[in-house]
Every structure is written in structure tokens, then in C-alpha cells.
């Protein structure tokens, strides 16, 4: 079960600030990739998948730009392969 897997980019998904104005420390961080995975979330829900029955989120990973930004990867687990192309689809049309 969930042998089917897909890593997205949020930026595909948010343009959400990273982190908000001023302090926050630790505590202000990791915005923009939960403001995508809810995205998609909602996405796949309006397509009738079920989280935890047909997918979920197995974690984040993120890499550093240039020092400046970080850019983080959702990690997905499908139940079937079709809901992987499902998602493939859903992400052309954002395009």
C-alpha cells in the first residue's frame, strides 16, 4: 500500500512568504511548503482522494539557493499509480 510516490516543488503550489515580518526566530519559519501541502491537499480532496486512504504526505525536504531562499520538495505517497498521473494533471493545470 502507498509504493507509489512523488515528490512536488511548492513553488509549484504556493507563493506564500516563507517567513513572516519581523521576529519569530524558529518559531516563524516553514510557511510557504505547509501553505503548498495544503494546497494540494484540497486539491486532491476535490478530485474524491481520500488522505490516509488513497495518499499522504510522507515529509519535506528542502535545499538551499544561492544562501538566499530554501526550496522545499512534498513528499507524496499514493495508494495507486493512477493517482499519481491524477496529480501530474492537477499540477498542468495550475500552468
Not at 39 to 55: F, P, T
Request: net charge negative; proline share 1%; hydrophobic share 35%.
Amino acid at each position: 500500500m502507498f509504493n507509489h510516490k512523488l515528490s512536488v516543488d511548492h513553488t509549484e503550489w504556493s507563493d506564500r512568504a516563507n517567513h513572516l515580518g519581523g521576529e519569530g526566530g524558529a518559531l516563524n519559519a516553514g510557511y510557504a511548503p505547509v501553505d503548498a501541502l495544503c494546497a494540494i491537499s484540497n486539491h486532491l480532496g476535490k478530485h474524491g482522494l481520500v488522505y490516509n486512504n488513497d495518499w499522504y504526505w510522507d515529509g519535506f525536504s528542502s535545499k538551499y539557493n544561492n544562501s538566499v531562499s530554501t526550496l522545499y520538495t512534498i513528499n507524496l505517497c499514493f495508494n495507486k499509480q493512477e493517482h499519481v498521473l491524477l496529480m501530474q494533471l492537477i499540477e498542468r493545470e495550475k500552468v
